[in-house]
């Protein structure tokens, strides 16, 4: 079942890696069908690159599998959370990628200063507090901080994008890594801008209704 889905997530998964935003089994993808609301997510503790999409474990919004013979990403309980009480997202996305990371174990977000960043996560990424690994907090603490951006912060632990599908949840995570590692530059060159909330506004309506084919 859920064959197109399927792929579409450990597709992205391969493509964390490719980009850097994950190491060895880190991280861990998942995405939502419309239509049944079952969700499909990666497989816990496997390296992507060895997988198939048949891997890919197919569990209901409580969590109970309903295909699939590996056991779920350690951080489900989390991510459901987050699917239930966020009705327009359907990809959610979970890296420790490093730059962006680095503002978490400050306990800082990312300031929006920059247009790719505007265009692609929509919004300044907050930090959401510690939560421990694996625990629903995760999810509850990401539901409650990350406002209108696609991406949120984990304090001490790494980042979650979302998207209204998987393809948009990945584009956040790599755009978020992305200006990360160009903030943490500027930032030690001199003092960082962020830019206006109507420039904000601006950019991330282009992107949303005029960029692309
Ligand atoms: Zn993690």
Same mark, same amino acid.
């Given at each position: 079942?859920?064959?197109?889905?399927?792929?579409?997530?450990? @597709?992205?998964a391969n493509? /964390?890696?490719?980009?850097g935003?994950?190491? /060895?089994?880190?991280?861990?993808?998942?995405? #939502?069908?419309?239509e049944?609301?079952?969700? !499909?997510? &990666?497989?816990?503790?496997m390296?992507?690159?060895?997988?198939v +999409?048949?891997?890919m !474990?197919v569990? *209901?919004?409580d969590?109970?599998?309903i295909?699939?013979?590996? @056991? +779920?990403?350690? *951080?489900?309980?989390?991510l459901?959370?987050?699917?239930?009480? #966020? +009705? *327009?997202?359907?990809?959610?996305?979970?890296t420790?990628?490093?730059?962006? &990371?680095?503002f $978490?174990?400050?306990?800082e977000g990312? +300031?929006c200063?920059?247009?790719? /960043?505007?265009?692609?996560?929509?919004?300044?990424?907050?930090c959401a507090p510690?939560?421990?690994?694996?625990?629903?907090t995760?999810?509850?603490?990401?539901?409650?901080?990350?406002?209108?951006?696609?991406? %949120?912060?984990l304090?001490?632990?790494?980042?979650?994008s979302?998207?209204?599908?998987?393809r948009?949840?990945?584009?956040?995570a790599?755009? %978020?890594?992305?200006?990360?590692?160009?903030?943490?530059? $500027? @930032?030690?060159?001199?003092k !960082?801008?962020?830019?206006?909330?109507?420039?904000?506004?601006? %950019?991330?309506e282009?992107?949303?209704n005029?960029?692309?084919?």
């Amino acid at each position: 079942m859920l064959e197109i889905l399927k792929a579409e997530v450990l @597709k992205s998964a391969n493509a /964390l890696k490719q980009n850097g935003l994950i190491s /060895l089994t880190g991280g861990n993808v998942t995405g #939502r069908d419309p239509e049944s609301g079952y969700l !499909v997510i &990666t497989p816990s503790g496997m390296a992507y690159e060895d997988l198939v +999409p048949e891997d890919m !474990v197919v569990v *209901d919004i409580d969590g109970n599998v309903i295909e699939g013979t590996l @056991k +779920p990403s350690v *951080d489900m309980g989390g991510l459901l959370y987050i699917f239930r009480h #966020r +009705p *327009d997202i359907h990809g959610v996305i979970h890296t420790h990628s490093p730059y962006a &990371t680095s503002f $978490a174990v400050l306990g800082e977000g990312i +300031p929006c200063a920059l247009t790719t /960043l505007a265009n692609e996560v929509g919004s300044d990424v907050p930090c959401a507090p510690y939560s421990r690994p694996g625990s629903e907090t995760i999810g509850i603490q990401v539901v409650e901080h990350i406002g209108d951006s696609n991406a %949120c912060l984990l304090q001490s632990h790494g980042v979650i994008s979302v998207g209204t599908n998987v393809r948009h949840a990945l584009v956040a995570a790599v755009m %978020c890594e992305d200006a990360a590692k160009v903030i943490y530059q $500027a @930032k030690s060159m001199g003092k !960082v801008e962020r830019l206006s909330d109507e420039e904000i506004t601006y %950019c991330r309506e282009l992107f949303l209704n005029t960029y692309g084919q």
